[in-house]
Structure formats: C-alpha cells, structure tokens
C-alpha cells in the first residue's frame, strides 16, 4: 500500500436510500416518517423536485413546544428554514465536512447537477469510514471526524446575550 492518501468521494459514504417530504406535509406526517426511517432530518422537495429545505426532528419538536397547534395543524413550510446547505455527490468528503462545520449541521442532503436529492450525509457515516490517524492511505481519519464535531458543537453566545468573559 502506498503513502498517498486516497481520495472518498461523497457518493461512497452518504446513505443512499433516504425519506423525502413536501413542504405541504404535515408535521404530524413528518414525524411518522421520521419513526418509520429511523431518522432524524427530512430533505424537503421543492415543486419541481429540486431540494427546498431540510427539515429535523428537532424543528418538529421545538415548533409543537412553542406553539399553540396540533402537529396535524402546522406544516413543515411553517417550521423549515429555506437556506439549506447541501453538497454534491462527486463533493470530496472532506469538503463536505468543512462545510458541516461551518454550518454547525450533522447532516447534508446530496443533490445531483440538477439539485434533486440523490442521499444525505451524516458524521454517523463518515465516522463509521474513518480510520486512525497513522492507518496509511485513510481518506477520512478519526481526527478529521472529531475536529467536525467539535466545529459543529461549538458553543456561541444566543442572540442578545452576552458572552462570558
């Protein structure tokens, strides 16, 4: 085995089969199809197929603990936010990853050339492909894995608030 690191695209680690929703859909529908998939966000498909939004159990939770509403009543368009990060299939992995760190997400939706959802990315897959740190030739390594998670669980001071000293 040779020195050089090889390069993970991500079409190799991202799931491939993933559970899609409207942004007509109701939370209460949304949720089943969390529980049914054993997920915890929702790529949101715009009219023409194309990703619109991301949608997570945690938007859910947090939308039916602060409003007055039946989960059948709000739909995701109530609770969705419209920019959502994404990245492409032949997307390097650690490309990917800077981006989840950045945006402070564990998971990305995969969109192909024409923006419709091909998979999502999550750091559950790239940790169960990452390797030691000295394994020659790792394209993701565990230290590649924990210094996303650390960019993504960065603590910063809500707005309006004022950051301890």
């Keep these: 085995m040779s020195g050089a690191t090889e390069t993970m695209r991500v079409q190799d680690v991202m799931t491939k089969q993933v559970a899609t929703c409207r942004a007509d859909t109701s ?4 949720s089943a199809l969390l529980w049914e998939n054993d997920c915890g966000a929702l790529p949101v498909i715009g009219a023409n197929g194309e990703i619109a939004g991301i949608v997570t159990d945690r938007d859910i939770c947090i939308a039916l603990g602060t409003r007055n509403a039946r989960s059948s009543e709000l739909r995701v368009i109530d609770v969705v936010q419209n920019h959502v990060l994404y990245c492409s299939l032949s997307d390097d992995v650690h490309t990917a990853l800077q981006r989840m760190g950045e945006g402070q997400v564990r998971r990305l939706p995969v969109v192909n ?26 394209a993701v390594s565990y230290a590649d ?21």
């Design 27 to 30: 939370l209460a529908e949304a």
């Design 113 to 138: 050339d024409e923006f419709r959802v091909e998979g999502i990315l999550s750091m559950d897959d790239v940790v169960l492909k990452a390797r030691p740190d000295d394994h020659i030739g790792a």
């Design 145 to 165: 894995a924990v210094t996303t998670l650390q960019s993504i669980y960065r603590h910063s001071a809500p707005s309006g608030s004022k950051a301890a000293a």
